[in-house]
């Protein structure tokens, strides 16, 4: 079983940066795969960054890449999402998600946050 806790989130004017972070429970964090999804209102979920288990390998959605960038810190258990440059259609819930294997989590991840709130203000 994991635990996922985001933080972070806020209001940011366009152009600027945040870091979101997601700490995990469970001894086994470090074997999953861990990703970032965000939803509008309105909108569907979807896929924003994901890192595997040793950090090696990493993907981003095409409307962020270049932009944001995953990391994970295996002796905090934890993963951050770095946001740069941000947007006002980068306002989204912002939902942490853990999946056994970096295939999966894209599409079906194990384990979801709560989520935090990003406000980008043009």
């Known amino acids: 079983q994991v635990q996922l806790v985001e933080s972070g989130g806020g209001l940011v004017q366009a152009g600027g940066s945040l870091r979101l972070s997601c700490a995990a429970s469970?001894?086994?964090?470090?074997?999953?795969?861990m990703g970032w999804f965000r939803q509008a209102p309105g909108k569907e979920r979807e896929f924003v960054a994901a890192?595997?288990?040793?950090?090696?390998?990493?993907s981003y959605g095409n409307s962020v890449a270049g932009r944001f960038t995953i990391s994970r810190d295996t002796a905090k258990n934890t993963v951050y999402l770095q946001m740069n440059s941000l947007k006002p259609e980068d306002t989204a819930g912002y939902y942490c998600?853990?999946?056994?294997?970096?295939?999966?989590?894209?599409?079906?991840?194990?384990?979801w946050g709560q989520g935090t709130q990003v406000t980008v203000s043009s």
């Open positions: 998600a853990a999946a056994g294997n970096f295939v999966n989590i894209r599409t079906i991840p194990d384990y």
């Open positions: 469970g001894r086994t964090f470090n074997s999953y795969a």
């Open positions: 890192i595997s288990w040793n950090g090696v390998s990493s």
